[in-house]
């Protein structure tokens, strides 16, 4: 919260603060857990190609998806939301823009499938595009097949152990906290 990283409304913003001034940690957490974006990693600015080419955006990603709020060129915001579900494969870019040059740019680009069966290639351009991924793939590695629409191939040449990739373990009824005291926070 103190990124800016979720968006709790006005009512969600007291709430935790005063769980938090009161040191109810068990019920902080519990309560943050449904904030929007809560468990979203945001990337730094960058820019995105959908629905225009090169629109600056703020991106997200977490568990069910990527979050993309983008700027228009009319200076509208809009929030759009690619369930992780639905991108059937994505592939991370670099390349120079010059041989002179030894900057190197990044982007990922995804392909996602819409409600009305259409896919379409979406990049977003960004440094950390290989951060992006490994999150992707590690929210596919532990999502259960079956909530999965499409048949998704995971392709890696490195194991997951040597990349710091870390599963999320969650107690044997989903309860994220359970086993856990106020006094281990």
Not at 55 to 69: D, K, L, M, N, T
Not at 95 to 107: A, G, H, P, R
Request: aromatic share 10%; charged share 25%; hydrophobic share 35%.
């Amino acid at each position: 919260m103190r990124r800016g990283w979720s968006c709790p409304t006005e009512q969600q913003h007291q709430t935790l603060n005063a769980l938090l001034e009161t040191g109810q940690k068990r019920e902080f957490l519990e309560a943050a857990w449904h904030l929007k974006y809560y468990g979203y990693i945001q990337v730094d600015p960058c820019t995105c190609d959908y629905p225009e080419p090169d629109c600056p955006a703020v991106v997200r990603v977490g568990y069910e998806g990527i979050s993309c709020c983008i700027k228009l060129p009319s200076n509208q915001i809009q929030e759009d939301h690619f369930e992780i579900s639905r991108i059937k494969c994505w592939r991370v870019n670099m390349f120079s823009k010059s041989s002179i040059d030894d900057e190197v740019l990044l982007d990922l680009s995804f392909e996602y499938c819409f409600a009305n069966k259409s896919c379409k290639w979406i990049t977003i351009h960004t440094k950390q595009a290989f951060l992006i991924s490994m999150f992707m793939r590690q929210v596919l590695l532990e999502w259960p097949a079956k909530k999965c629409e499409n048949a998704i191939e995971i392709t890696c040449h490195s194991e997951p152990e040597q990349l710091g990739v870390r599963s999320k373990v969650i107690g044997s009824n989903g309860d994220v906290f359970e086993g856990i005291q106020d006094h281990d926070l």
